[in-house]
Nanobody
Framework: QVRLVESGGGLVQPGGSLRLSCVAS????????MSWYRQAPGKERELVAS????????NYGDSVKGRFTISRDNAKNTVYLQMNNLKPEDTAVYHC???????WGQGTQVTVSS
């Protein structure tokens, strides 16, 4: 069955960096668009970034453009989210999603605070 497992979240100071990972299993990873979403308390879930199966096409939410980078390693069935210059408003639970079929990981908490 499809499984997505995120890791890499934590507590970081403003201006710091984190790299999230999402390991996928149960499907042919390389042919699917993968996405990162986030949800902060009291707010709707929002798209952070997405990446095509081959990795050549990416898309970012306006609030993270220029600070976050999505990438993937199809040999490792893993999608990454490099987050730089983090701000308190980036605090949220970050989820990995296989766009087709609507499969979600359990999420990893990112907290940006001094």
């Amino acid at each position: 069955q499809v499984r997505l497992v995120e890791s890499g979240g934590g507590l970081v100071q403003p201006g710091g960096s984190l790299r999230l990972s999402c390991v996928a299993s149960g499907f042919t990873f390389s042919i699917y668009i993968m996405s990162w979403y986030r949800q902060a308390p009291g707010k709707e879930r929002e798209l952070v970034a997405s990446i095509a199966g081959g990795g050549g096409v990416t898309n970012y939410g306006d609030s993270v453009k220029g600070r976050f980078t999505i990438s993937r390693d199809n040999a490792k069935n893993t999608v990454y989210l490099q987050m730089n210059n983090l701000k308190p408003e980036d605090t949220a639970v970050y989820h990995c999603k296989r766009t087709s079929g609507g499969y979600w990981g359990q999420g990893t908490q990112v907290t940006v605070s001094s």
